[in-house]
């Protein structure tokens, strides 16, 4: 791009502004316009030869169109820069939008430098709406193809050209809006300024409750999508209104320990969940403010599924106390495929309490084998996860959340199952729930506002039968004490327990860090991605979220 251009809103259009190289025949006001046509003296094919030339778009071809299209957009003429895209009626929709529903009245548009075919550029807006104003400042950016059967070279329209946070089907808006306080289980305020992984979450709860707000409603600027029942999403406050409270369950100071723990990592979440109630309290997610990772997340949770799997073995009498004989050989064998532990380690005349701590592998496949014989081998899994954990029900926690699925298999995927691989997917909100359900006894379903605000049913569970749950926190205690979680939980005071875990995902050459565990009446589970072992990374977000109870 030639540098030094601008292009600038001045008065509710758009007109060109020219920093050092200007730009002929664009009709700027008081400008020369002379031999302009609708896209500009450059808004014509480019090939125009009309021969229809296909291939990669030259050097000359990005810097001509994305100017001119910048330029089109920059006076206000949607038409003219829509038939410098490939897709002209989406564009000129969208371009129309932007400036009369979004109430776009000037801006600055820097563009930067070329890279490729994909042209970077920044944006300063005044949002004005009622007498309120306030500047509106992002970066986007665009690519040049050529047009499959023009053979022009023509902008890749997508939503986004217009904003990074436009979707297909969403619009840019501005005017009046409920505002809510949230609050947290003390009544002190949550912003998205003060806790950035709460955006997404903030923007739910006001979506979902904020009816019956009385007195003078805000002025904002959001993102609409095209679901209805799709939350909003808050770009700017132009003006607060009267505000309601909303209760939450979140604990400030928890939520800040979040915020925190996460930001040491470029991909990372984590939630934590009051076991006696099922209260959320903390949602943190690395980055913050965009897809809620911690909650709406699917992957496979890796060794932390061995929680279930214990359970499983316990319903099925396959295993007696922690202190039960086992075996833990190198590898086994399950349908013709080899399972082996991390670094081929084995545990001679050790217990299911070794086997639990140190994370054996294959103790969990070679001790399931007679599953086979009850004709459950497929099914048992599922079963105990949903029966006593809530895992594959529906969960209304009150903003949205992605459900565990811990399907029915069949083969080796039975056996991968068992340790968290195969087609089990969880998110931190899940195995944070592990850790919650172990410590209570039994499962009480997240939730993050008050249970009576739900409007969905909640999931119930049978309570942790006979002496399981006490087996099950004495592994998880040998685990935070003399195991694989011990050295992210040596600083971790209180009742404990815990269970790490790491899953190998395709395409990715570490595995995903998981952990959870829990201190006192606080469980939290978290995922790092690309972390490695869940005793690093995963471990320690978790532990520094338990010490701030």
């Given amino acids: 791009m030639r540098s030094g251009v601008k292009t600038a809103f001045v008065g509710g259009v758009f007109v060109l502004v020219a920093g050092g190289v200007g730009f002929a025949g664009y009709g700027m006001p008081g400008g020369d316009s002379e031999g302009a046509g609708p896209g500009g003296t450059d808004a014509v094919p480019l090939n125009s030869s009309g021969s ?21 957009w920059a006076r206000g003429d949607a038409d003219a820069a829509g038939t410098l895209t490939d897709d002209p009626a989406a564009a000129r929709e969208a371009l129309r939008g932007f400036r009369e529903t979004g109430h776009v009245e000037n801006a600055v548009v820097t563009p930067g430098t070329a890279n490729g075919a994909t042209v970077p550029y920044t944006v300063k807006a005044t949002i004005s709406f009622r007498g309120h ?7 986007s ?23 990074p946070k436009l979707v297909e089907g969403a619009t840019l808006r501005t005017g009046e809006a409920e505002t809510i306080q949230a609050v947290d289980r003390e009544g002190r305020e949550l912003t998205a300024e003060e806790y950035p992984s709460l955006a997404p979450v903030l923007d739910t709860l006001r979506t979902r409750y904020a009816d019956g707000t009385t007195g003078e409603s805000g002025v904002e600027t959001w993102i609409e999508p095209a679901d209805a029942d799709a939350p909003n999403r808050t770009l700017l406050t132009l003006a607060r209104g009267r505000t309601k409270k909303l209760q939450t369950t979140l604990d400030a100071d928890v939520q800040a320990a979040a915020e925190q723990a996460v930001k040491k990592y470029d991909r990372a979440s984590v939630v934590a969940v009051r076991p006696s109630t099922g209260e959320i309290s903390a949602v943190a997610n690395s980055p913050a403010g965009g897809f809620n990772v911690a909650m709406e997340g699917a992957q496979a949770p890796g060794s932390t599924m061995k929680i279930v799997t214990a359970a499983m073995m316990l319903e099925h009498g396959l295993v007696g106390g922690p202190t039960s004989p086992v075996e833990c050989p190198k590898e086994v064998t399950w349908s013709g495929r080899t399972f082996h532990n991390n670094k081929n380690f084995s545990i001679a005349n050790g217990t299911f309490r070794d086997s639990f701590r140190r994370s054996c592998n294959t103790f969990f496949m070679k001790a399931l084998g ?17 029966k006593y954990f809530g895992l594959g029900g529906v969960w209304s926690i009150g903003i949205v959340s992605t ?28 195995v944070a729930s592990l850790s919650a359900t172990v410590k209570n006894g039994a499962f009480r379903q997240p939730v993050i506002v008050p249970r009576e605000m739900i409007k969905g049913e909640l999931t ?16 998880m205690g040998a685990a935070a004490t003399d195991g694989t979680a011990a050295k992210a939980m040596s600083a971790v005071s209180g009742d404990k327990g815990a269970k790490t875990g790491s899953a190998e995902v395709d395409g990715q050459s570490d595995s995903n860090s998981w952990f959870t ?33």
């Fill in 133 to 139: 104003e306030k500047e509106l400042a992002y970066a």
């Fill in 460 to 475: 119930t569970a049978r309570p942790l039968p006979g002496n399981m749950a006490a087996i099950l926190r004495s592994l």
């Fill in 370 to 386: 007679p599953l086979n014989a009850k004709g459950v081998e497929d099914i048992a899994l599922s079963q105990t996860a949903r």
């Fill in 52 to 72: 229809g030339d296909v291939g990669e778009v030259t050097a000359e071809e990005v810097e001509r169109t994305s100017r001119d299209f910048l330029a089109a």
């Fill in 517 to 549: 565990g829990y201190a006192d009446d606080l469980a939290a589970g978290s995922v790092v991605q690309s972390g490695g072992y869940g005793s690093g990374p995963a471990g320690s977000v978790v532990a520094s979220v338990l010490n701030a109870r």
């Fill in 403 to 430: 459900d565990a699925r811990i399907p029915v298999s069949t083969g080796p995927e039975t056996a991968a199952s068992y340790i968290g691989q195969g087609k089990v997917t969880m998110n931190a909100l899940s």
């Fill in 141 to 163: 950016e665009l690519t040049v193809v050529r047009g499959r059967s023009s053979g022009r070279a023509l902008v890749d329209w997508r939503p986004t050209v217009l904003h």
